[in-house]
């Protein structure tokens, strides 16, 4: 019961957790903010980047083209109904969202005198998590509600900051990061 609804929460939010991660191997080139600055600081930093953003969103949808491929037979493996990104727009939503949640994120380090690459406990933790749902329900709001029944959602806001947190950690201890958050 409980592992079953974890799984299916988990697959959807696949689209939305591969971005960012995807984005620092495809970062790199102009600067989103294109190095502007205001009242001295960058408006985002370095950081973001247009290959980035792109290449961690579209690195989400094809993923979520991939899921739903392996959904029937893996869901027949398993015993569990997982859910389909069907139509894709959903997962469009995931990953774009993922992204833009980033971006927003550095906006308000920078705006708040946090330069590039320090932490913001809670906002590191959520902020892909938010943009995606609200984008997801935004561009397929009919699968959004089918996908993300509220014990799922809850599933997603708690576990995620969780899985976040450890998986950094144990990065960091590989030495792939260079901060252990
Ligand atoms: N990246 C990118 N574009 C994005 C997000 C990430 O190019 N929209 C790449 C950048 O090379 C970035 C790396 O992925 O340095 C790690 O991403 P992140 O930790 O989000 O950026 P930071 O460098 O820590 O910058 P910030 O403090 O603004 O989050
Ligand atoms: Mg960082």
Redesign the pocket.
């Known amino acids: 019961m409980i592992g079953s609804l974890v799984a299916t929460a988990f697959w959807a939010m696949v689209p939305a957790y591969v971005p ?1 991660n995807a ?2 191997l ?3 080139g102009r600067p ?1 903010d294109g190095g502007r600055s205001v009242g001295g600081r960058r408006l ?6 247009w ?3 792109i290449g ?1 969103g579209a690195a989400g949808v094809l993923l979520a083209i991939g899921l739903n491929v392996l959904q029937s037979p893996v869901a027949t493996l398993v015993g569990v109904d997982l859910p389909l990104f069907q139509p894709l727009r959903g997962a469009v939503g995931l990953a774009l969202g993922a ?1 833009v949640g ?2 927003v ?2 906006f308000l ?2 705006r708040t005198g ?5 932490s913001f406990p809670g906002l590191d933790q959520l902020d892909f998590v938010i943009g995606g749902l609200a984008l997801a329900a935004l561009f397929a709001p009919d699968w959004f509600l089918a996908t993300f029944t509220p014990p799922r959602l809850v599933v997603v806001l708690v576990a995620t900051p969780v899985l976040h947190v450890g998986t950094n950690a144990l990065a960091y201890l590989a030495g792939l990061k260079n901060e252990p958050y």
């Open positions: 960012n984005a620092v495809a970062g790199g989103i985002l930093g370095d950081g973001k980047t290959r980035g953003t961690g992204m980033d971006v994120a550095s380090k920078r946090r330069e590039r690459g320090t």
